[in-house]
């Protein structure tokens, strides 16, 4: 098991119960509620007497922190089950409701996400909205499934801001992980495939290819003619 590459500081504290007894199938955003730094969250996690702990962070900047290795139960979420499952991410936030995130940390997030999912094989972030609901679901092996702190404890977390944002967050994850390379196909004409010689996923390798190669062209994947033109 990794840890994400996206992330540029670590401090790792020791507030964590070791290696986790269930496999990754969970993503939990929390709000950090003040517009924090990694360095300063790292200051509070790395406190035994605050007991607390997430796996990640994104401070108010954008920088990614990590605070307990992906492959550690954090104490996040103040419910064992999901902090087994869950790899827990805190993120800057306003001090006071509704906890508005700033863009870039929001931003972060996808990204941050979309690695994770990678990372463990998911194909798909999914929010089904509801505590029940979310609780009860089996996700297929591929799936990742979004919780989040105010189902297990009396708390605002993560703040109405992302809270009514966690279906557009599992949508832009999703889309991300749906997305295949796009292909620069070279051949003598979009409506004769069996001319192709050669497809590439950069473009001036196609073009190169063509400069090489008198009478073929770059197509896009929808047959758009983009060299020569
Ligand atoms: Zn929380």
């Known amino acids: 098991m990794s840890n994400s590459s996206l992330v540029t500081y670590t401090r790792l504290s020791p507030n964590h119960s070791g290696l986790r007894k269930k496999r990754i199938d969970r993503i939990s955003p929390h709000c950090i509620v003040g517009q924090l730094s990694v360095e300063a969250l790292g200051d509070i996690f790395a406190s035994r007497a605050r007991k607390a702990s997430s796996n990640y962070g994104i401070g108010a900047d954008g920088r990614i922190g990590m605070y307990v290795e992906e492959q550690n139960r954090s104490w996040c979420s103040s419910n064992a089950e999901n902090d087994q499952r869950a ?31 990678k990372r463990n094989d998911k194909a798909k972030l999914l929010w089904l909205g509801d505590k029940v609901k979310s609780l009860n679901y089996i ?66 390798n196609a073009k190169n290819c063509v400069d090489c190669n008198p009478g073929y062209a770059v197509f896009t994947d929808t047959g758009e003619k983009v060299y020569p033109q």
């Open 87 to 117: 790899v827990t991410i805190e993120c800057a936030s306003d001090a006071n409701p509704p906890y508005e995130f700033k863009q870039v940390v929001y931003d972060r997030l996808v990204e941050l996400c979309v690695d994770i999912c």
């Open 139 to 204: 996700p297929a092996r591929d799936e990742m499934v979004l919780t989040v702190h105010r189902f297990f404890a009396n708390k605002d977390c993560p703040g109405d801001w992302m809270f009514s944002r966690m279906g557009e967050l599992a949508k832009a994850v999703s889309e991300q992980l749906r997305e295949v390379p796009i292909f620069y196909r070279v051949r003598k004409s979009w409506d004769k495939p069996k001319t192709q010689i050669a497809a590439f996923t950069k473009l001036a």
